[in-house]
């Protein structure tokens, strides 16, 4: 999470958008709705398993986009 928290902090402000992976850990989650967008920061949470659903999620404003391993006890394959 520390390092989930820096990347953030570092690379995202107010007015940024950050395509996510939906499967993202539940800590990454949270501290994306409940933390960083109450501070003006955009987050798309988008099945990385399609590339066009990448593309179409990013906007003007993406500066980030942010995939964890899919080692995510959530994480679940087709």
């Known amino acids: 999470m ?3 928290c820096t990347a953030m902090s570092t690379f995202l402000a ?3 958008h950050c395509v996510i ?3 993202s850990y ?4 949270r501290i994306c709705r409940e933390q960083f967008e ?3 920061i955009e987050f ?3 099945d990385f398993t399609c590339l066009d659903t990448i593309k179409a999620a990013c906007k003007p404003n993406t500066k980030m ?8 006890p959530v994480f679940l394959s087709s």
């Open 2 to 4: 520390a390092a989930t």
């Open 14 to 16: 107010k007015g940024d």
């Open 21 to 23: 992976t939906d499967c």
């Open 26 to 29: 539940g800590g990454t989650n």
């Open 38 to 40: 109450k501070y003006g």
């Open 44 to 46: 798309s949470f988008v």
């Open 65 to 72: 986009i942010f995939s964890e391993t899919p080692a995510n």
